[in-house]
């Protein structure tokens, strides 16, 4: 069936060092792909996002590149603040856009 | 903030009860999504409206039901309520029957004791 598959948590990271957050996907389809970050006390809100092959999303440094061969889409940000800690979801959908398959998400701790 | 609001902020009830949670999507969204969000299992997608009509079902129990409005609110009703229904519920909203970008309320804690 459909599913992402992230990396597990919690990561740590000092100020300024670079982030990878894995994620992979099975997919029937031709699906779509999201990174959603999650703040603590609030709700997920849409980082980035790929439609095709290729494709790169990027957002607030962030960026991640849909890869079709690997079925991969790896969240990475070259140099993290401590505000970036938070929940990180990828997530996929396919061609109706009526479902949304989430990863079990990756806490990201950044410390001064 | 998202536009989507969602009431209450945080509920407490007991076993055996019923409660319902209530959703206002993003002014011009059509489509409204149910999710529920515990520890051990993730975020799991319920059920999604689209202008009034039940466009999609995920994992949602047969204890659990959701409508929406004409005006596109949407209330999550659960019902014999357990421990294990403990959970974060959030609502989520998108422009069209096919959209792919949705748009999350803060949610619902609700506590089951």
């Known amino acids: 069936g459909d599913s992402v598959t992230q990396m597990e948590g919690p990561v740590t990271l000092s100020e300024e060092a670079f982030l990878t957050i894995n994620c992979t996907y099975t997919?029937?389809?031709?699906?779509?792909l999201f990174w959603y970050v999650q703040y603590p006390g609030e709700g997920l809100q849409l980082l980035l996002k790929?439609?095709?092959?290729?494709d790169k999303g990027s957002n607030k440094g962030f960026e991640a590149t849909y890869r079709k061969e690997t079925t991969s889409f790896h969240l990475e940000k070259g140099s993290v603040q401590v505000s970036d800690s938070a929940v990180y979801f990828c997530a996929l959908t396919l061609y109706n856009f009526n479902k949304f398959y989430f990863g079990s998400g990756t806490k990201l701790n950044v410390k001064p | 903030d998202s536009g989507v609001t969602q009431t209450p902020k945080h509920l407490i009830t007991a076993t055996g009860q019923r409660v319902t949670l209530r959703c206002s999507p993003r002014s011009g969204d059509l489509s409204v999504y149910w999710y529920q969000q515990s520890l051990d299992q993730g975020l799991q997608f319920l059920i999604q409206?689209?202008?009034?009509?039940?466009?999609a079902k995920g994992n949602i129990l047969e204890r659990f039901s959701a409508q929406q409005f004409p005006d596109l609110h949407s209330e999550l009703n659960l019902s014999s309520l357990e421990l294990g229904d403990s959970a974060l519920y959030f609502c989520?909203?998108?422009?069209?029957?096919?959209?792919?970008?949705?748009?999350f309320g803060p949610g619902t804690r609700l506590t089951v004791l």
């Open positions: 997919a029937t389809g031709y699906p779509s």
């Open positions: 989520a909203s998108s422009s069209g029957r096919n959209t792919d970008t949705q748009y």
């Open positions: 790929a439609t095709k092959a290729d």
């Open positions: 409206y689209y202008n009034g009509e039940e466009r």
